[in-house]
DNA sequence: AGTAGGATAATCT
DNA sequence: GATTATCCTACTG
């Protein structure tokens, strides 16, 4: 089946859908190993675009198959694959994976002593790349931006198990299982449940008096 | 192995 | 002004 045709449909469905697939940029190639699904208006309290368009949401009501790479925490960029038929928003956070190609030019950009680290975790995975808030709006599955997505070679052998469980480090729906990964990978990343920060600095939470 | 805290800036309320 | 779909280092057992 055509990989388009796969983010076109339900998030979930599509998340499924790539894993395995190869994302290179940058001189690197990484085979996808886990995955994270955010949907639209309404319906995923988790989602960026939960409250309707703004500037940044604003690719993820376009075509699927287009970059959305999010900067976070003051230093990160994560990127997203948008998925869903036009008008609906909706994404898939690519969470990590296997550098299968450029290792060097991995490692180059991250200094880690075990090369499974290079891109286990989203932000992490961006940086193996390469990726960062320019690609946003660009294609990734035409070959005219600076990412491209591709299914393996030969298609995945069936049969390879697709564990599935919660977000990692997400606030809202903490019940809603749409986070996938290839089981047994030792570049899945660990999960963490989302934890509010203490208030920093001024104790003047509610005022004495 | 597991947890705790800090870094640091865009985005939205 | 609060919040954040993270990562790294340092500390504890």
Redesign the pocket.
């Given at each position: 089946m055509d990989l388009l045709a796969a983010l076109t449909g339900p998030v979930d469905a599509a998340a499924r859908a790539l894993l395995g697939c190869r994302v290179a940029a940058g001189g690197v190639v990484i085979r996808l190993t886990e995955v994270?699904a955010?949907s639209g208006v309404g319906l995923d309290a988790?989602?960026?675009?939960h409250?309707?368009r703004?500037?940044?949401?604003e690719v993820?009501f376009g075509p699927p198959g287009y970059a959305?790479v999010?900067?976070?925490?003051?230093?990160?960029w994560?990127l997203?694959v948008v998925c869903g038929p036009e008008g609906q928003a909706g994404?898939?956070?690519l969470?990590?994976g296997e550098v299968v190609d450029g290792v060097e030019a991995a490692r180059e950009r991250?200094?880690?002593r075990d090369d499974r680290?290079l891109a286990?975790?989203?932000?992490?995975?961006?940086?193996a790349l390469g990726v960062d808030?320019r690609a946003t709006g660009t294609s990734m599955v035409d070959g005219s931006g600076p990412v491209s997505l591709e299914s393996p070679d030969p298609a995945p052998p069936p049969g390879v198990a697709v564990r599935c469980g919660p977000?990692?480090?997400?606030?809202?729906e903490p019940d809603r299982e749409w986070r996938f990964w290839l089981a047994g990978e030792p570049t899945v990343?660990?999960y963490?449940r989302?934890?509010?920060?203490?208030?920093?600095g001024?104790d003047n939470?509610s005022p004495v008096r």
């Open positions: 994270e955010y988790a989602s960026h675009a409250r309707g703004t500037p940044r949401t993820m959305y999010y900067f976070t925490y003051g230093m990160h994560c997203n994404a898939v956070l969470r990590a991250r200094r880690v680290d286990r975790g989203p932000a992490r995975l961006a940086q808030g977000r990692v480090g997400v606030a809202a990343s660990a963490r989302h934890v509010p920060r203490p208030r920093r001024g939470q």
